[in-house]
């Protein structure tokens, strides 16, 4: 097996190694602003294609994209007193309007009547402005969607899984009814399971938050889950019905169809650039980032492999051969083909494409061109094994290849996480699992066990409830389950 | 003629009109947020399909996205001298990092050491990030582009045209030679000049902005220029080589090719959605918006007309239309379709496209499946005149119609601006001109002439520069010109 790029391996070191996948692949950089990421465009172009994925989707589900303030006045906030509670303690609070010079600095001049926040979530400001929009049962339902950057002043943050500022999609939906408003909640958790499944490769369990898990404001709040390859748990998005409780802070109020004033019924939900740090810890080895290839920048990298004199003959080859392949698609779009042909040495071209998690790379020398075959290494195979064959063949079969590898990376990380998955019927045995191991277990649970001191001990969490408890006994408690949930360590 | 649908009309009271079309359009809504506002589904999908195309032309001009931090560190900004004259009297000043209740009011808290300012454009923050990335003339050129919101105290707003905070995007580059900056500033002009034309629809000049107009910061500024249907000059986008004063202020130095330090090149070009503002300028009339269908979220509506007895026949009869009508291209993109089955009154709905500014609106009615012909209304038609077609070669044509909406309204846009754009050739004419009229002069010009009181008398500023001004004198002091200048009053 080739040596592994990156250091410390996943083993030695398991939260460097993450730091150290995203610098050698060029992902994202720290930034001068406290807690605050750069995205670089090997990063970016990850979250631009999963922002082309989910926007399809939403917009198959009869979403419209929107844009509202930055700014948030403090006065709407205080209007949802759980909300208020949960996103006043760390956020960015504009006082003033501009600056000048005194002593060769700047300070701040200009002081507001009223400050704002930069929005944490937009609930509030959507909702102000939705409770002028809606009138009528008939201007219902309103179903849009933000694609914003949003900010939460984070005390530890680490560049996708926590920043102070990180982009992301807030849907934001007003119904007639409770049923509808219930149905639109777990349609748009449904997208995302399919989402972090079949674009992303992710497997992931989905299911209701336990109460004290909510969304500050919601009725219930529900995720999807994935475990890392440290067997953490993550939760990567997220669906809250929020009843009509921010439409009774914000007045979205309606004349339903029997003439009659009503509070509208409302939900949110939202995923963020955190998802690429999800993609990273799912299938990055110790050679760096592994990428499916639905979310690729680019799917393949061909490199021409010469010397001065059959330069010309190699070069015209590869430029033939990418031609043939951006001819071939993947999932209705393209073959993202690049072509390196930098003058650097060939060693170094070779582990930047591997760290960097291109899932094809193509060698093409003078002797492989005199055979009619190319130098194929799939990046999800850990060993990198040089594959030898005929160019046609593997122009006619690129697309079942990157097929296969999106497969293969799911099932490598499904496997993974079922066996790191354990059902387990005793406080003694869920003591065992989390002393020796790592993963995510199930329990039968009931709402009594919130806080339980082994939570602490263990600091682990009650993820998601994956299950009814009837005819069970909590874990916990001893008492009548609710629920089966599912507990892990998290990010 | 119609009856106008807007009210007042454009004579009436111009500035006026627009607000009450960007209503009747329901493409933005004023927001609570001092000088912000809500984008709404209608306006976002506009200027989402500008976005997509400028994304495409960016992306083949060689450059890649990423993305910076919303907020900048007061000193960032105090590093280039005319850059903080020019930012820092209307900026978002973020000085407190959470929120505490107090006689149940929240006030700001934890007062941070050093305050960051809302990102007004991002030359400082980008700058930094620079710096650290380049080392080598092998790191060069930097070739970067950023979709963000960006914020700006504005004292006098209006909606899409100044707005506080708007939507844009920013290139920013880093070049080693002074020639490849320049040519790279040029080329940029040159995307959003084809751009205005091919998709916008609207003419533009191009050229340098005089010296008392250009970026804070800039050595040169190119702007493009719109001429709106009140006359008056929209400036839609702008394009600034920094020369080194930015790679100095920011340390952007790099080892050149003969081991050298260096300080690089730098670039900067942005458009924003003020472009939807002069979208709606350049084409709308007395009924309301009037979209290119390059950029028209539906560029088709189908409405069916029928009483209960020939409800399914007509609704069938719309569907197989629509499947037929997506299978046509614009642009190589699908045609945009909508049916519109709501249970309103025909007038209501009629008038609601009309004002909405779809290219082509098509009425089937049971006669009309009778005869096996189409009521098609094109929106660019001042009349709005009905013209009945078969609905075969409807289909067939509907490409072609299309192009000549796009084709018909650039036409008559440039017609209209060339007929109100005079040459001068003296300060008698220019004055008799915008005492009279409204629109573009095109004068012989020399630096001098800044400030010149007839500018201030007759609120008009030189736009950009068209010409040399050889052997020509200059029309305000009579000196040697030195250059060609278009003035106007404008937005």
Chains 1, 2 share one sequence.
């Not at 009503?262 to 963020?272: E, I, K, P």
């Not at 075959?373 to 593997?394: G, M, N, P, T």
Request: glycine residues 6%.
């Amino acid at each position: 097996m080739a040596k592994a790029a990156i250091s410390p391996t996943r083993e030695q070191d398991y939260p460097e190694w993450y730091q150290q996948v995203i610098k050698a692949a060029d992902l994202a950089d720290n930034s001068p602003v406290r807690g605050c990421m750069v995205i670089k465009p090997w990063g970016y172009g990850i979250w631009e294609l999963m922002q082309k994925d989910l926007d399809r989707r939403f917009k198959e589900t009869g979403h419209e994209n929107a844009y509202f303030p930055l700014l948030i006045p403090l006065r709407f906030l205080e209007k949802e007193a759980q909300h208020v509670e949960g996103f006043a303690k760390e956020c960015a609070v504009v006082t003033h309007h501009r600056l000048r010079a005194q002593d060769g600095k700047l300070i701040p001049d200009g002081k507001l009547d009223e400050p704002y926040i930069i929005r944490p979530t937009s609930e509030t400001i959507i909702g102000e402005m939705y409770a002028n929009w809606v009138q009528s049962y008939r201007d219902l339902p309103i179903l849009i969607n933000q694609w914003a950057n949003v900010m939460r002043w984070e005390m530890r943050t680490r560049i996708f899984l926590r920043t102070s500022e990180f982009l992301w999609q807030e849907g934001h939906t007003v119904h007639e009814t409770q049923a509808e408003a219930e149905e639109e909640t777990k349609k748009m958790l449904g997208v995302y399971e399919t989402f972090a499944k079949d674009v992303l490769a992710i497997p992931v369990f989905s299911g209701e938050k336990t109460s004290d898990e909510r969304f500050p404001g919601a009725v219930n709040t529900y995720s999807i889950e994935a475990m890392m390859q440290d067997g953490k748990a993550l939760q990567a998005g997220t669906s809250h019905f929020l009843g009509q409780n921010f439409s009774k802070a914000s007045e979205i109020k309606f004349q339903d169809r029997d003439g009659n004033e009503q509070y509208a019924w409302t939900t949110s939900w939202g995923v963020s650039t955190r998802l690429v740090g999800a993609l990273i810890m799912s299938h990055s080895d110790d050679n760096g980032l592994v990428l499916p290839p639905a979310v690729a920048p680019k799917q393949i990298v061909i490199v021409p492999i010469y010397r001065d004199e059959s330069r010309d003959q190699v070069l015209a080859a590869v430029e033939k051969l990418k031609v043939e392949l951006e001819k071939k698609n993947f999932r209705g779009e393209s073959l993202r083909v690049r072509i390196d042909d930098r003058d650097l040495r060939g060693g170094e071209k070779n582990w930047e494409h591997i760290k960097k998690g291109v899932p094809l790379k193509v060698e093409i020398g003078p002797k492989d061109l005199e055979k009619g075959h190319v130098c194929v290494v799939r990046r999800d195979d850990a060993e990198l094994k040089k594959c030898f064959i005929s160019q046609e063949a593997f122009v006619s079969g690129v697309e079942s290849e990157l097929e296969d590898i999106q497969h293969s990376l799911y099932e490598r990380a499904l496997k993974f996480r079922d066996e790191n998955t354990r059902d387990v019927s005793s406080l003694e045995e869920l003591k065992a699992f989390f002393k020796r191991e790592v993963g995510f277990v199930r329990v039968f649970w009931c709402e009594e066990a919130i806080g339980h001191a082994v939570c602490d001990e263990f600091k682990i969490t009650p993820r998601c409830i994956i299950g009814g408890g009837q005819g069970k006994k909590c874990v916990f408690t001893g008492q009548p389950a609710t629920a089966q949930v599912l507990f892990a360590r998290s990010y």
